[in-house]
């Protein structure tokens, strides 16, 4: 995987500096990130809203590539959570267009290096027209695991244990007695799936917006400040070194190998 990712990498540059520090033997298997800051780079810029979220569509096809290229299995994105319907019709209506014509776009590239795109939330609210195509692709690549691209679309993480709850308790079969950690993961939507390694958000802020409030118990944490639209490989790369310097320790006193 080091290969692939540095045949896009130009010698003597700093991303090329940052991938020589990484051991590939350790990556996150899982990286997960909260996409923020959309709004601020268009405001800085004296343009609309939307145009910040298109910009932002951009850098989601720059760490898909890089995040596949790297050998990371799993890059959940935060795209569209289920308070974002409060925003302005507008803006709302862009965000599903935007996500519509990512998938358009991007189907056949994602069938051609066999990734799999999956979704997180309560996808039976997403417009007619996003979510067809959606349904249409995860079909399509449901059977790729080199790389899953796992979208948290309509996603609230205090919805999606309130559901996991009423799956378990709906089965009959099931006795409280033997409703434990892993059992209660695997009615979350993300079963099958291993928790985040690293949390990454954009823009600065401090806070975990109700994304995977279950998942993200051990996950390490990087804040960069910078907006969404310009994070970029390098930012990518400089937080795998960054999660690769930490210390990981699940609670006990010595590091977890
Ligand atoms: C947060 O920025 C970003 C979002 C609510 C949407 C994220 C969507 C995209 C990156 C584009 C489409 C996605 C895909 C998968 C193709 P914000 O609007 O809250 O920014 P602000 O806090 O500066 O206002």
Not at 23 to 48: C, T
Request: net charge positive; glycine share 4%.
């Amino acid at each position: 995987m080091k290969d692939a990712l540095k045949e896009f990498i130009k010698p003597g540059s700093k991303e090329e500096a940052l991938v020589n520090k990484i051991d590939f033997s350790r990556l996150p298997q899982h990286v997960a990130v909260i996409m923020d800051g959309n709004g601020r780079w268009a405001k800085k810029r004296n343009k609309p809203r939307v145009e910040g979220h298109k910009a932002g569509s951009k850098a989601v096809q720059e760490v898909v590539e890089t995040c596949s290229r790297m050998g990371i299995k799993y890059l959940t994105l935060y795209a569209f959570s289920k308070e974002n319907w409060k925003r302005p019709k507008k803006e709302v209506r862009t965000l599903w267009e935007l996500l519509f014509n990512y998938l358009r776009k991007e189907s056949n590239v994602l069938m051609e290096n066999k990734f799999r795109l999956n979704v997180i939330g309560d996808i039976e609210q997403i417009p007619k027209k996003a979510r067809k195509e959606l349904t249409k692709v995860i079909h399509q690549t449901r059977e790729y695991d080199r790389f899953t691209i796992n979208l948290a679309l309509n996603y609230s993480g205090r919805s999606e244990i309130v559901d996991a709850v009423k799956k378990i308790m709906d089965e009959e079969r099931i006795h409280k007695n033997n409703v434990d950690e892993d059992l209660f993961s695997r009615y979350l939507y993300t079963s099958g799936i291993p928790d985040p390694d690293l949390l990454i958000r954009t823009s600065g802020e401090l806070r975990i917006s109700n994304f995977l409030l279950w998942q993200i118990a051990y996950s390490e944490i990087w804040v960069t400040p910078v907006f969404w639209p310009d994070f970029s490989r390098e930012h990518m790369l400089e937080a795998i070194v960054d999660y690769q310097e930490r210390e990981r320790r699940f609670g006990d006193i010595k590091p977890k190998q």
